[in-house]
C-alpha cells in the first residue's frame, strides 16, 4: 500500500485534484498484484515500480488527449468561449497604421479642419457587428461550369468578379478564372494573370468554391463548335433569380458562359454570408500581382517620405466626357472631337446630351478649374501633396494650369516613376490604374471628383481599413457655388465657408448604406459601403 500512500499525499498541503483517479487505478494495480484475497497471482512473477509507473504515465497522457479534444470541439461549436478571437488582417492594419495629422490647417479654416481629424480607429456601433459562423473545409458538388467575359474598368470588372464567386458559390459552381475586357475604349490586352496573382485567388477561397484556370478538356468540342450557352444575366438580381432561373440552365447545359458582369447582383437584402464573402474577395482575394505591389509600394514611400499626401481622382479623362456628354470649359472642336467619339460606340446608348443641364443636375465630373477651386476652399494648404489618380486629362496643360499654380508639388505616377519603370504598364490601362488603386488605399485623404467605379471602389475599401479620410463632393451643391463665385454673387470667404460647412459631414465616417426598392441605381453601391463586413 505504499504507492497507493504516494499518490494520495497531498501535494504541498493541498488536495490532489486527480485523487481519486489515482485511487481508483492504485486499487486496480493492487488487484492485479495480489489477487483478490491479497496474496499474489500463482505462477505471475512480481511486478516492478516501473511497470506502475509506466502505467500512470500512459494514464496521464490519455486523460490529458481527452481534455484537449474537450477543448477543440468546444472551440469548434462555441468559437469564443474559451479566448477571444485574434486580431484579423483589418485589425493588424489599423493598429500599425499612424497617418500624420492630414491637412487644412490654416486659421480660417478652423472650425472646417476638425472634420479632418484622424477618425478612430475602432468604427463606431451604429453598424451591427456580425460574425461569420465557423465553416468546415467546402465539400464541393459540382452542379457545372461558369464562364465569365467581365466587361468595363478594372474597378468594374474587380467588383464584378467579387459578384460572381458569390454566385457560384450559391449555386455550388465550378468557377473558371475570369476573362478580362479587351474590346472596350481602353483596348487593354491584359489577362486575369497580368492584374490579379491567379495562384492566391484560388488558393484564398479554396474553402469557398472551387476555381479552376481553364475549362476541362472534355468540353473542347463545345467550344469549338460555338455550343456553349451564353448569356447576361439580369442586372441588379437577388440570389432567387440565379436559384430559379440560372441554376436550372447550368445542370441543363452542364457550363454556362455569362457574356457581361456588371451590376448583375443586387446591392442589398441578400443573404449576409453571401454578402460577406464579396467582401473576402475584394479585400483578400483580389491581390494585384507582385510586380504591380511593388511598384505601388514605391510610390507609397516616395510620397509617404515628403509627408501627407491627397489624392485627387481627377475623372476628367476623354472617354468619360465622351460618354457623359459633359463639355462643360471645353473649345468647340474639343466638343465636336467628344461628340463624335459618342456616336462611334454603339454601347453607349445616350446619344443626344445637354451638357450643360447634365452639369447642373450633378451628373458630370468637376473640370481641373473647379476641382482648384474646390482644393483651395477646404483649406488645403498650397504645400501639401496632391497626387493625380488617373489616365490623361482632356485638354492636358492648358486644363491643369491652374491647379499646377496653386499646388506646385501635383505629381503623378509617371513623374515619380522613371520611363523604364513604367514601359511595361504602357498601353495596359488596367494595370496602370492598379498603381493609382495601391496609392489611393494609403493616402491621407482621398477625393474623388466624379462618382465612378474607381470612386466608389477604393472609398469602401478604406472604409474597411479604418474609415480613412473621403471627401465625398456634392457636385450639384459646388456647381451652384461655382457659378455664384464666379459671376460675382458670392465674396471668397462666403464661397469658401459654404463649401466646408456643406462637407463636414461628407468624410467617408460610418453611417448605414442607403436602400432604394425597385431603383437600385439610385440607391448606395454595395462597396462604397459594404457594411456587412464593417463590423
Given amino acids: 500500500m505504499q504507492a497507493k500512500h504516494a499518490l494520495t499525499q497531498h501535494h504541498n498541503g493541498k488536495p490532489s485534484p486527480w485523487e481519486w483517479l489515482q485511487e481508483v487505478d492504485l486499487q486496480a494495480l493492487e488487484g492485479q498484484l495480489n489477487g483478490a484475497g491479497g496474496t499474489r497471482v500463482g505462477g505471475r512473477p512480481p511486478r516492478s515500480r516501473l511497470h ?88 464541393y458538388k459540382n452542379n457545372g461550369y461558369l464562364l465569365l467575359s467581365c466587361n468595363g474598368g478594372l474597378n468594374q470588372m474587380r467588383s464584378a468578379i467579387c459578384d460572381m464567386v458569390a454566385i457560384a458559390k450559391h449555386l455550388n459552381l465550378t468557377l473558371v478564372v475570369p476573362e478580362l475586357d479587351k474590346t472596350s475604349f481602353w483596348a487593354d490586352q491584359s489577362e486575369f494573370g497580368d492584374i490579379f496573382d491567379v495562384t492566391h485567388f484560388i488558393e484564398s477561397l479554396r474553402d469557398e468554391v472551387k476555381i479552376i484556370k481553364q475549362l476541362p478538356s472534355k468540353f473542347n468540342g463545345k467550344v469549338a463548335a460555338g455550343a456553349i450557352m451564353s448569356m447576361p444575366p439580369v442586372s441588379w438580381s437577388n440570389e432567387s433569380y440565379y436559384l430559379n432561373q440560372i441554376l436550372p440552365l447550368v445542370r441543363k447545359h452542364k ?42 509600394r514605391k510610390l507609397v514611400k516616395y510620397l509617404q517620405s515628403k509627408g501627407p499626401f491627397l489624392v485627387l481622382h481627377l475623372r476628367y479623362e476623354m472617354d468619360m ?12 472642336a474639343e466638343t465636336e472631337e467628344l461628340t463624335k467619339m459618342r456616336y462611334a460606340y454603339p454601347w453607349w ?54 491647379l499646377y499654380a496653386s499646388y506646385p508639388n501635383t505629381v503623378r505616377k509617371e513623374t515619380i516613376l522613371s520611363p523604364e519603370e513604367l514601359k511595361p504598364f504602357q498601353n495596359h490601362s488596367s494595370q496602370m490604374a492598379a498603381l493609382d488603386y495601391l496609392v489611393a488605399l494609403e493616402s491621407n485623404v482621398f477625393v474623388p471628383t466624379y462618382d465612378g467605379n474607381m470612386a466608389k471602389v477604393v472609398e469602401g475599401h478604406r472604409r474597411f481599413l479604418g474609415y480613412k479620410q473621403t471627401i465625398l463632393l456634392d457636385r450639384q451643391k459646388i456647381v451652384q457655388l461655382v457659378d455664384d463665385f464666379q459671376s460675382g454673387d458670392l465674396k471668397w470667404d462666403d464661397f469658401s465657408l459654404a463649401i466646408r460647412e456643406h462637407h463636414s459631414q461628407q468624410m467617408g465616417a460610418p453611417r448605414k448604406r442607403l436602400v ?7 440607391e448606395d453601391y454595395f462597396y462604397s459601403n459594404p457594411e456587412e463586413c464593417l463590423a
Fill in 516 to 522: 432604394i426598392p425597385d431603383r437600385p441605381k439610385e
Fill in 349 to 402: 446608348k445616350e446619344k443626344v446630351i445637354d451638357s450643360e443641364q447634365k452639369r447642373l443636375d450633378g451628373f458630370c465630373p468637376l473640370t481641373p478649374e473647379e476641382t482648384t477651386l474646390i482644393v483651395k476652399a477646404l483649406g488645403f494648404d498650397k504645400d501639401i501633396q496632391i497626387y493625380i489618380a488617373a489616365g490623361e486629362i482632356y485638354g492636358s496643360e492648358r486644363r491643369m494650369a491652374p
Fill in 321 to 332: 466626357l465622351a460618354f457623359s456628354g459633359c463639355t462643360h470649359g471645353c473649345t468647340d
Fill in 255 to 296: 457550363v454556362l458562359h455569362f457574356s457581361k458582369t456588371d451590376a448583375r447582383l443586387a446591392n442589398s437584402g441578400l443573404p449576409l454570408e453571401m454578402q460577406q464573402l464579396r467582401c473576402k474577395v475584394n479585400f483578400e482575394a483580389l491581390k494585384f500581382t507582385p510586380r504591380i505591389e511593388e511598384l505601388g
Fill in 52 to 139: 506502475v509507473w509506466l502505467i500512470r504515465l500512459s494514464t496521464s497522457i490519455l486523460l490529458w488527449t481527452c481534455l484537449i479534444q474537450l477543448m477543440a470541439l468546444a472551440q469548434l461549436w462555441h468559437p469564443h468561449l474559451l479566448w477571444p478571437p485574434c486580431l484579423d488582417s483589418r485589425d493588424l492594419h489599423i493598429s500599425n497604421r499612424k497617418d500624420p495629422d492630414p491637412l487644412p490647417s490654416s486659421s480660417s479654416s478652423s472650425t472646417f479642419a476638425s472634420a479632418f481629424d484622424p477618425l478612430p480607429s475602432t468604427p463606431p456601433s451604429i453598424l451591427a457587428s456580425h460574425h461569420a459562423p465557423f465553416r468546415l473545409p467546402r465539400i
